[in-house]
């Protein structure tokens, strides 16, 4: 019994070691850009609190318009995965196209929306008795957000290279472009923030112009090693040389890429808003979330590697017609996500008390940061877990009961719970953060029912390979 219990949940040593193949590389990457950002964070945060918050507003804001590109290209990465698991390549070929074009329509949207309503966006966080608080993390804001927006240009080029070289198995080259858009970063954050090598101080836009240069490298890297590898990809011959994508795979990417658009906005509005109710505790519960989600971000790593790995080796085993090994392996993937994250938050929570003390900010600030960090690291596994059966029902093609599931528990449990909680009550910060964090466990015990019945277990490549 306890062997076949073994065998079902932690696998074979071949599954696990075709998971850390994948799951490690992203891990890799994933957490050196945060541990990148986090040194942002702390850069930025050596300036002063107003300086920190206008950034973190901004980064907020900017949160919705990158989530929503995510959906746009797992849209098309659930069908590139399948694709490539049934080993076609013009089908690889032409949801590369979907990707380049999806994301130069959300690009233009994103600097325009930035361009026209910016100062209006920071606004809606600004809460504080204190007016020039109010005035001066406007300005540092606006300062940030000038500079800030045209990093979407190589960032959506990026993620469209990135996210296939993921979807085809490809997660080496990745984490290499990762890692020198990293040392480029920190590099640039020291030189222009603070005015090293004769060139002057810039602040808040240095750090913004910093980021920008290393997103340039980073999709440089990535799209120069994989036009030179035509040999290896198939689907790279004649790439670029036209946009055409057949009408057929059109509709049915758009009608699977809709669903994950709306649901990743919806979630990233959910988070925005979140963060929105928070600040009506005042600009120390605005510091203390964005200490708080600078460190956790760091820790969330690891299942959100194991969700990209989940998408990936399940998509590519129903592309393949293998159903009853998806389930079964989708069972054992789940459990190293939950197990390796639970481990994760036992660090993250030791590290809780002496992270805060980085920051040139109050003790006020540091004691909620702290508070906020242990109960991210309790309830991480519970996250893993619902990030696992995400990207479970993501694999499949069902994107609309992937929507269900994610996006609309967000707008109708999360967002109404924030919103009472911080409006219509007097309740602190810290019981505030604890009840909408552990809303989490009732969205994972329906995650746990719909995976177990198995409705992502779909091939929707197979009437076109």
Same mark, same amino acid.
């Given at each position: 019994?306890?062997?076949?219990?073994?065998? /079902?949940?932690?696998?074979?040593?071949?599954? +696990?070691?075709?998971?850390?193949?994948?799951?490690?590389p992203i891990a890799i990457q994933n957490g050196i850009t945060n541990f990148v950002s986090m040194l942002d964070n702390l850069m930025v945060g050596q300036l002063g609190t107003h300086q920190m918050n206008g950034v973190s507003i901004v980064?907020?804001?900017?949160?919705?318009?990158?989530?929503?590109?995510?959906?746009?290209?797992?849209?098309?990465?659930?069908?590139?995965?399948?694709?490539?698991?049934?080993?076609?390549?013009?089908?690889?070929?032409? /949801?590369?196209?979907?990707?380049?074009?999806?994301?130069? +329509?959300?690009?233009?949207?994103? #600097?325009?929306?930035?361009?026209?309503?910016?100062?209006?966006?920071?606004?809606?966080?600004?809460?504080?008795?204190?007016?020039?608080?109010?005035?001066?993390?406007?300005?540092?804001?606006?300062?940030?957000?000038?500079?800030?927006?045209?990093?979407?240009?190589?960032?959506?080029?990026?993620?469209?290279?990135?996210?296939? +070289?993921?979807?085809?198995?490809?997660?080496?080259?990745?984490?290499?472009?990762?890692?020198?858009?990293?040392?480029?970063?920190?590099?640039?954050?020291?030189?222009?923030?603070?005015?090293?090598?004769?060139?002057?101080?810039?602040?808040?836009?240095?750090?913004?112009?910093?980021?920008?240069?290393? @997103?340039?490298?980073?999709?440089? #890297?990535?799209?120069?090693?994989?036009?030179?590898?035509?040999?290896?990809?198939?689907?790279?011959?004649?790439?670029?040389?036209?946009? @055409?994508?057949?009408?057929?795979?059109?509709?049915?990417?758009? /009608?699977?890429?809709?669903?994950?658009? #709306?649901n990743e906005s919806a979630w990233a509005f959910g988070m925005t808003f979140l963060n929105q109710s928070y600040s009506t505790r005042g600009l120390d519960a605005v510091a203390g979330v964005n200490i708080c989600s600078t460190l956790s971000n760091v820790f969330c790593v690891f299942f959100i590697a194991?969700?990209?790995?989940?998408?990936?080796?399940?998509?590519? +085993?129903?592309?393949?017609?293998?159903?009853?090994?998806? @389930?079964?392996?989708?069972?054992?993937?789940?459990?190293?996500?939950?197990?390796?994250?639970?481990?994760?938050?036992?660090?993250?929570?030791?590290?809780?008390?002496?992270?805060?003390?980085?920051?040139?900010?109050?003790?006020?600030?540091?004691?909620?940061?702290?508070?906020?960090?242990?109960?991210?690291?309790?309830?991480?596994?519970?996250?893993?877990?619902?990030?696992?059966?995400?990207?479970?029902?993501?694999?499949?093609?069902?994107?609309?009961? /992937?929507?269900?599931?994610?996006?609309?528990?967000?707008?109708?449990?999360?967002?109404?719970?924030?919103?009472?909680?911080?409006?219509?009550?007097?309740?602190?910060?810290?019981?505030?953060?604890?009840?909408?964090?552990?809303?989490?466990?009732?969205?994972?015990?329906?995650?746990?029912?719909?995976?177990?019945?198995?409705?992502?277990?779909?091939?929707?490549?197979?009437?076109?390979?």
């Open positions: 019994m306890r062997k076949f219990a073994v065998k /079902t949940y932690l696998g074979n040593r071949t599954i +696990l070691k075709d998971f850390l193949m994948i799951a490690m980064n907020q804001i900017q949160f919705i318009p990158c989530l929503a590109l995510f959906g746009a290209m797992a849209g098309a990465g659930i069908f590139t995965a399948q694709f490539y698991g049934s080993g076609d390549g013009e089908g690889i070929r032409y /949801t590369f196209r979907f990707k380049l074009c999806g994301s130069a +329509l959300l690009t233009g949207v994103t #600097i325009a929306a930035a361009a026209v309503f910016g100062s209006d966006l920071i606004t809606l966080f600004l809460h504080s008795e204190s007016q020039r608080d109010v005035a001066l993390t406007m300005q540092y804001g606006m300062d940030y957000m000038s500079v800030a927006m045209w990093s979407f240009i190589p960032f959506s080029l990026c993620q469209v290279y990135v996210s296939t +070289l993921r979807e085809i198995g490809q997660t080496v080259v990745p984490m290499k472009a990762g890692l020198a858009a990293v040392v480029v970063n920190v590099v640039m954050n020291w030189v222009l923030i603070f005015g090293q090598l004769g060139l002057p101080a810039m602040g808040v836009k240095g750090a913004a112009l910093a980021t920008i240069i290393a @997103r340039v490298t980073e999709w440089a #890297i990535v799209a120069v090693w994989l036009h030179t590898h035509s040999e290896s990809y198939a689907f790279v011959k004649g790439l670029l040389r036209s946009f @055409r994508i057949p009408g057929r795979l059109l509709g049915r990417v758009i /009608t699977k890429s809709i669903p994950l658009i #709306i194991a969700g990209d790995a989940i998408a990936i080796m399940i998509g590519q +085993l129903l592309g393949a017609g293998r159903k009853e090994e998806a @389930r079964s392996s989708d069972r054992v993937l789940c459990t190293y996500s939950v197990l390796g994250s639970g481990m994760m938050g036992v660090i993250m929570a030791v590290c809780a008390p002496f992270f805060p003390l980085l920051y040139h900010t109050t003790w006020e600030v540091r004691h909620l940061a702290t508070v906020m960090l242990w109960i991210s690291a309790l309830m991480l596994p519970v996250t893993a877990f619902t990030n696992a059966a995400y990207f479970t029902l993501r694999s499949g093609g069902n994107t609309f009961v /992937t929507f269900l599931f994610d996006g609309c528990y967000m707008l109708c449990v999360v967002v109404p719970m924030a919103y009472l909680l911080t409006r219509f009550t007097d309740l602190p910060i810290l019981p505030v953060y604890m009840l909408c964090q552990t809303a989490e466990i009732c969205k994972a015990v329906v995650g746990f029912l719909m995976v177990r019945k198995g409705v992502w277990v779909n091939n929707i490549v197979e009437d076109m390979t």
